[in-house]
């Protein structure tokens, strides 16, 4: 069962600081829509997902993400 999720985000600011922002969410589907829905300059950094596995001991998932800048490709045929 998941209890919460976090996202956590980075921006730079003024050139040469990081800073990163913490934001819950109750359900994945809340994170997902979140993330997918991103228009500012933050790039996400890490996503953790906080639960109990089937015999009620807490779990947590954390994911860490890359991000990279790749140049703009064409689409692909059939895509």
């Not at 996202?7 to 990163?20: H, K, N, S």
């Not at 979140?34 to 906080?50: A, E, T, Y």
Request: net charge negative; proline share 5%; hydrophobic share 35%.
């Amino acid at each position: 069962m998941v209890g919460r999720c976090v996202v956590v985000t980075r921006e730079l600011r003024g050139g040469t600081r990081i800073v990163e922002t913490e934001q819950c969410f109750s359900s994945v589907e809340e994170l997902f829509a979140f993330c997918v829905g991103l228009q500012n300059p933050s790039i996400v950094d890490r996503l953790s997902i906080f639960g109990e596995d089937c015999e009620g001991r807490a779990r947590e998932l954390t994911f860490s993400l890359q991000s990279v800048s790749a140049p703009t490709l064409p689409p692909r045929e059939g895509g």
